[in-house]
Each structure stands twice: as structure tokens, then as C-alpha cells.
Antibody
Framework: EVQLVQSGAEVKKPGESLKISCQGS????????IAWVRQMPGKGLEWMGI????????EYSPSFQGQVTISVDKSISTTYLQWSSLRASDTAMYYC??????????????????WGQGTLVTVSS | SYELTQPSSVSVSPGQTANITCSGD??????VYWYQQTPGRSPLVLIY???RRPSGIPDRISGANSGNTATLTISGTQSVDEADYYC?????????FGGGTKLTVL
């Protein structure tokens, strides 16, 4: 069974750094792209980017390029989402999700078939 | 950037059919995916590639996509269907989500 288990809730101050994680189970972890999705309080879903654990290839949404860093440690089947300097506007629930049927050489397509439970990040002074 | 537009809310009586639309420029030329999110839970995929259901999704849930509009149809709506629903598509190697539709079963 595929499971994505995310790290726990975080409370941070503006300007602080943060790295949250998403650990996958199963031998197929390194064969699927993993995405990060933001959901601000009371709002909709926003795609942040994806990473391929096999070779760390990463693609960012233009809206999040330069704002966050997505990385992976395939030896422990874990992907990360990182901020160097948090802002209050980063307060949100962050989900990781497995991307199914994605083939970058064909121009995209694919959907999120397994999701983590979410990590709530609160940034407040 | 590409935009997907959904109605903010849809209401339906129990047992009736709910139709949730998602509009975008030439959306019919793209695959559309649908997700359900209940309060406090992670999203769940209901439909992929316009009209395919993952295993475990009942056949009273269906999807269609043509022209500029995709539609998620829930037949025999039940109270358990009260949730937020999001459409998703790709454009220029970027994922876009619709703003979400809150389905209320009155």
C-alpha cells in the first residue's frame, strides 16, 4: 500500500527558515514524481512543484519559483519543502502527493493519486 | 497563465443529480481531473483523464469534457457527498487547479 507520511505541524516566526518532509512507503517511491501543493486557510489548492526522486529532477510552478526549494533524499524515500525566510503569507497547509501517469518528455499530464496527510505551517510574530 | 473557473457553490437535494462545471480556454483539448476534499482531509481523486474512475470510486460519479467546459456529475447525491470539489488540468507543463466548488446537499 502506498503511503505518504508528512512531518508534523510547525509554528514559526517571520524570517525563520523551515524544512518539512514527506516520507513515502513502498519500493516504487523512486519511480514516481512527487508534488507539493499549498492550501491557504479557507482557500483552494495551488501546485508548487514536483520532484523525481530517481534523479532529483525538479520543476517549479512559476508562482513559487525562487520562493521555496524542493529536494529529495531517495535513500530514505523522503522529499522536502524548504523556506529560507518565512513570511506570514506562507501560513498554510502543505500537502505532498504522488503524481501518476506523468511523462515529462510528452509535455506533462498526470494526476495526484496518493496524498500525504498535510503539514500545517503557521508563521506569526 | 491558464485559468480554470468553477462556481463557488452548488446546492442539490438528496437523491438528485449534481453537476459541477469547470471552464477554461479550449479545455476540451486537455485532460481534466477531479478531486473531492472533505473538511480536515486530504484531497481524493475522483476522475482522471476526463472520465475515468480510480478503483473504489462509485459509478454514480462521472466526468465529461468538451469545448471549453468539463463537468463532474454526481448522481443520487448523498449527504456524504458534501465536500469541496476541484478540477485540475495542465498547460505548458504547469498544473492548474480550479478555485473549487462547495457542494451542499440540502
Amino acid at each position: 500500500e502506498v503511503q505518504l507520511v508528512q512531518s508534523g505541524a510547525e509554528v514559526k516566526k517571520p524570517g525563520e527558515s523551515l524544512k518539512i518532509s514527506c516520507q513515502g512507503s513502498g519500493s516504487s517511491f523512486n519511480k514516481y514524481w512527487i508534488a507539493w501543493v499549498r492550501q491557504m486557510p479557507g482557500k483552494g489548492l495551488e501546485w508548487m512543484g514536483i520532484i523525481y526522486p530517481g534523479d532529483s529532477d525538479t520543476e517549479y510552478s512559476p508562482s513559487f519559483q525562487g520562493q521555496v526549494t524542493i529536494s529529495v533524499d531517495k535513500s530514505i524515500s523522503t522529499t522536502y519543502l524548504q523556506w529560507s525566510s518565512l513570511r506570514a503569507s506562507d501560513t498554510a497547509m502543505y500537502y505532498c502527493a504522488r503524481l501518476a501517469e506523468y511523462n515529462p518528455s510528452s509535455g506533462g499530464e498526470g494526476f495526484f493519486d496518493y496524498w500525504g496527510q498535510g503539514t500545517l505551517v503557521t508563521v506569526s510574530s | 497563465s491558464y485559468e480554470l473557473t468553477q462556481p463557488s457553490s452548488v446546492s442539490v437535494s438528496p437523491g438528485q443529480t449534481a453537476n459541477i462545471t469547470c471552464s477554461g480556454d479550449e479545455l476540451g483539448n486537455k485532460y481534466v481531473y477531479w478531486y473531492q476534499q472533505t473538511p480536515g482531509r486530504s484531497p481524493l481523486v475522483l476522475i482522471y483523464r476526463d472520465n475515468r474512475r480510480p478503483s473504489g470510486i462509485p459509478d454514480r460519479i462521472s466526468g465529461a469534457n468538451s469545448g471549453n467546459t468539463a463537468t463532474l456529475t454526481i448522481s443520487g447525491t448523498q449527504s456524504v457527498d458534501e465536500a469541496d470539489y476541484y478540477c485540475q488540468a495542465w498547460d505548458s507543463r504547469t498544473v492548474f487547479f480550479g478555485g473549487g466548488t462547495k457542494l451542499t446537499v440540502l
